[in-house]
């Protein structure tokens, strides 16, 4: 082993015998503390929280030490979980009826349509792409990209799709009903394209 790791001999066994040193050992005496203050909380307690708890109990340690001894142990705590942001639920807002009724399977070209917006993060911020599909072909019939979401970005969406499919008859259009689907230049554009 010596050989491999390039050591000489008597350097390795000097090394080996060496006694520990005082800070070792105290450091030892400490972790020993640390692991108690840790499985008394139940192991959630972080660094901070262990080192507040040693130093009530009259073992005079710094944050420092005790992040580093707790890291080297693996004792980590239980964190702070973040909180989801929560939206006020509104009245429901039903622009259309739902039509297609969970039923996804469509005998012609431009029947149904099924539309969404998704977004995608990008380095230059938030980029948001409105597509159209066929339901028969699973093809894309239209879409539109922006740097918003907004009503406008849904009617491009519609319009490509209307302009390449050129649907001859009324065609069923499918969404969330987002705010971006639902509102009135929507419906309106809707039932002029259709």
């Known amino acids: 082993m010596c050989k491999t ?4 001999f008597s350097g390795y066994y000097a090394w080996a015998k060496q006694p520990e040193s005082k800070r070792d050992i105290a450091n030892k005496v400490v972790l020993h503390h640390i692991k108690e203050a840790y499985e008394h909380s139940g192991r959630i307690y972080g660094y901070r929280t262990v080192t507040k708890d040693l130093v009530a109990s009259g073992i005079g ?22 909180r989801k942001p929560r939206y006020k639920k509104g009245k429901r ?10 039923c996804f399977n469509v005998q012609e070209p431009n029947h149904t349509w099924v539309t969404d917006i998704t977004y995608i993060k ?19 019939a239209g879409w539109a990209t922006s740097h918003r979401m907004t009503t406008g970005l849904a009617l491009k969406a519609l319009e490509m799709a209307t302009f390449r499919q050129k649907p001859h ?8 009903q987002g705010s971006q689907y639902s509102s ?6 809707s039932v002029s394209i259709g």
């Open 184 to 189: 009135y230049g929507t419906v309106q554009n």
């Open 122 to 140: 990008t380095y230059e911020g938030w980029f948001y792409l409105a597509v159209v599909l066929d339901l028969f072909s699973r093809k894309i």
């Open 93 to 102: 807002h039903v622009a259309h009826p739902n039509h297609l009724g969970q």
């Open 5 to 8: 790791l390039q050591v000489h």
């Open 61 to 82: 340690v710094n944050k420092k030490r005790v992040a580093r001894l707790m890291g080297e142990a693996k004792l980590f705590g239980a964190g702070v979980k973040q």
């Open 169 to 176: 008859h009324e065609v069923i259009v499918h969404s969330d």
